[in-house]
């Protein structure tokens, strides 16, 4: 087993009482665990989420009112978080959404065991990796179908998302991923990319200016081929002021 050094506040979110119950008791059996909250629905599991901090979610993705899909998507910075389906399809939306690891209903306590072990290892990695820039000095990796990419940082103009998918925009080509943009954004260093709309994310280079209308709504403009314009939302336009 993972050689574990503190305790970790665990959620669980279950709405199938046989499941929620095992979830619990196999949480009591390991005493690095420290089970904090149970949440029975979607909507409750995210009042928790946006109200504390967790270490570790193990999530159910069928859910009432919403999904665990749903949830994560909703969370800026979500936790580590090892979802539970029953359905083996959607372990890979899981997957794309960074979970950790999945547990396939019905699961064994050893698989659990198993999964506290792996999200142990991300757990110890987190508290062991030291302060400053730990993105990839190289560029943003993306898997594109079957193929892998590293685009540098300075190619990138922007990223979109659209429905279940996202668009890296350089000048040669489109980069589509089945990455949500907020995965993308944590791949990101903040000093040379800037979250501008939900949909949005533009290289603070690319960045030729800004422009409001009399409505009060505004859009900025790239310096690239095509002088791209996005717009802005309204909570991220005192940051580009900032910028500009």
């Given at each position: 087993m993972t050689n574990i050094k503190k305790e970790w506040k665990v959620l669980i979110v279950?709405?199938?009482?046989?499941?929620?119950?095992?979830?619990?008791?196999?949480c009591l059996s390991r005493h690095e665990?420290?089970?904090?909250?149970?949440?029975?629905?979607?909507?409750?599991?995210l009042e928790y989420l946006q109200t504390e901090d967790f270490d570790l979610v193990f999530l159910d993705i069928n859910l009432p009112?919403?999904?665990?899909?749903?949830?994560?998507?909703?969370?800026?910075?979500?936790?580590?978080i090892v979802f539970i389906t029953a359905v083996q399809d959607k372990a890979i939306n899981a997957f794309?959404?960074?979970?950790?690891?999945?547990?396939?209903?019905?699961?064994?306590?050893?698989?659990?065991?198993?999964?506290?072990?792996?999200?142990?290892?991300?757990?110890?990695?987190?508290?062991?990796?030291p302060a400053g820039n730990v993105f990839n000095e190289h560029g943003l990796f993306i898997?594109?179908?079957e193929n892998h990419f590293l685009i540098p940082y300075n190619d990138i103009n922007y990223i979109s998302s659209r429905d279940n998918f996202s668009v890296v925009h350089t000048e040669r080509r489109q980069y589509v991923t089945y990455k949500?943009?907020?995965?993308?954004?944590?791949?990101?260093?903040?000093?040379?990319f800037l979250r501008i709309y939900k949909q949005y994310i533009i290289n603070i280079e690319k960045m030729s200016h800004m422009q409001s209308d009399n409505a009060?709504?505004?859009?900025?403009?790239?310096?690239?081929?095509?002088?791209?314009?996005?717009?802005?939302?309204?909570?991220?336009?005192?940051?580009?002021?900032?910028?500009?």
């Open positions: 279950e709405d199938e009482a046989p499941t929620r119950d095992l979830l619990i008791n196999y665990l420290k089970l904090s909250k149970v949440a029975k629905d979607g909507e409750e599991a009112l919403l999904s665990g899909l749903d949830i994560v998507e909703k969370l800026e910075n979500p936790p580590y794309e959404l960074g979970a950790i690891d999945y547990l396939l209903k019905p699961f064994s306590k050893e698989r659990f065991f198993k999964a506290v072990d792996r999200a142990g290892e991300f757990l110890q990695r987190k508290e062991e990796k898997l594109e179908k949500s943009l907020k995965s993308l954004e944590a791949k990101l260093p903040p000093n040379r009060g709504n505004y859009l900025v403009y790239l310096k690239d081929e095509d002088e791209t314009q996005l717009p802005v939302g309204r909570k991220y336009v005192a940051k580009i002021k900032e910028l500009l």
